[in-house]
């Protein structure tokens, strides 16, 4: 039997940037309230070129290492499978910082997203509606400078034709 976990409620995205330990400098995560508590975050860490995919399920008991299979699927028909590394309660999965801006786009426009852990039959479908704003905050800082943005602005437009302005 198949244990197909859905993140039924639309649980408010979270961005975290202080108190973070182990060279996190900014996250973004989700959870809900089953009876098997589980979550999800995606994570930036100093001095590292990645992101990183958290998954923790109250019931997992992971050896340190055990590895394993994460598929993502954003529903366009091509998911794409992680090497997941299992500790205890949480499976850490990560994608290079130069998949980041699709990974990231996907999350902000799509309105759901399938986690998939195979060998355990977890299927986790995760509410994507309400994770945009949060996005927004991630990615100001991720790239260190959320002065260049207004709190509503789009990303600013390019200068046309002539050189500096004086």
């Given at each position: 039997?198949?244990n197909k976990?859905?993140?039924?409620?639309?649980?408010?995205?979270?961005?975290?940037?202080?108190?973070?330990?182990?060279?996190?400098?900014?996250?973004?995560a989700v959870?809900?309230?089953?009876?098997?508590?589980?979550?999800?975050?995606i994570?930036?860490?100093?001095?590292?070129?990645?992101?990183?995919?958290?998954l923790?399920?109250?019931?997992?008991?992971?050896?340190?290492?055990?590895?394993?299979p994460?598929?993502?699927?954003?529903?366009?028909?091509k998911?794409e499978?992680?090497?997941g590394?299992g500790?205890g309660?949480?499976l850490?999965?990560?994608?290079?910082?130069s998949?980041?801006?699709?990974?990231l786009h996907?999350?902000?426009?799509?309105?759901?997203v399938k986690l998939?852990?195979?060998r355990?039959?977890?299927?986790?479908?995760?509410?994507?509606?309400?994770?945009?704003?949060?996005?927004?905050?991630?990615l100001?800082?991720?790239m260190?400078?959320?002065?260049?943005?207004?709190k509503?602005?789009?990303?600013?437009d390019k200068q046309?034709?002539?050189g500096?302005?004086?």
């Amino acid at each position: 039997m198949t244990n197909k976990h859905i993140f039924e409620t639309a649980y408010l995205w979270q961005f975290v940037d202080e108190n973070i330990v182990d060279g996190v400098f900014a996250a973004m995560a989700v959870s809900d309230n089953a009876s098997d508590p589980r979550n999800i975050a995606i994570k930036a860490r100093d001095g590292r070129d990645l992101l990183a995919i958290t998954l923790y399920k109250e019931s997992w008991a992971f050896e340190k290492g055990d590895e394993m299979p994460l598929i993502i699927d954003f529903f366009e028909g091509k998911p794409e499978t992680l090497t997941g590394y299992g500790d205890g309660k949480v499976l850490n999965a990560t994608l290079p910082m130069s998949d980041a801006p699709l990974f990231l786009h996907l999350v902000a426009s799509r309105e759901a997203v399938k986690l998939s852990v195979p060998r355990l039959g977890d299927h986790w479908l995760i509410d994507l509606r309400f994770a945009p704003p949060v996005i927004v905050k991630f990615l100001r800082r991720l790239m260190g400078d959320s002065k260049k943005f207004s709190k509503n602005s789009q990303m600013p437009d390019k200068q046309k034709g002539k050189g500096n302005s004086k």
